[in-house]
Nanobody, 126 residues
Framework: QVQLVESGGGLVQTGGSLRLSCAAS???????LGWFRQAPGKEREFVAA????????YYADSVKGRFTISRDNAKNTMYLQMNSLKPEDTAVYYC????????????????????WGQGTQVTVSS
């Protein structure tokens, strides 16, 4: 069983930065770890993913060049460094892990992931 806990959210002005953390307890599955976000009235969408074993990274076009995903295997923790934040980045951010293993390009699909954190709110003011 994997438990994921996000932290680091908050209120920031446009152009500001935040770093989110996702701490895992239990043994993480050798697969992708992902960040998703959900704004009010919208579906949960893919933000970024990293392969736990190899460190390969993937990003949604909307955050490419502004966000950086990373992981610290020794600490069982994943991070999302968010720079140049925009009001449209406002959402609850969730981290997720899958027990399926590496499955092609499934990292951006919500139903690929089995374990989710409770989310952390990010609010960007204009």
């Amino acid at each position: 069983q994997v438990q994921l806990v996000e932290s680091g959210g908050g209120l920031v002005q446009t152009g500001g930065s935040l770093r989110l953390s996702c701490a895992a307890s239990g043994r993480l599955f050798s697969s992708y770890l992902g960040w998703f976000r959900q704004a009010p009235g919208k579906e949960r969408e893919f933000v970024a993913a990293v392969s736990w074993n190899y460190g390969l990274t993937y990003y949604a076009d909307s955050v490419k060049g502004r966000f950086t995903i990373s992981r610290d295997n020794a600490k069982n923790t994943m991070y999302l460094q968010m720079n140049s934040l925009k009001p449209e980045d406002t959402a609850v951010y969730y981290c997720a892990n899958s027990r399926t293993g590496y499955s092609g390009s499934s990292y951006y699909k919500r139903d690929y992931y089995d374990y989710w954190g409770q989310g952390t709110q990010v609010t960007v003011s204009s």
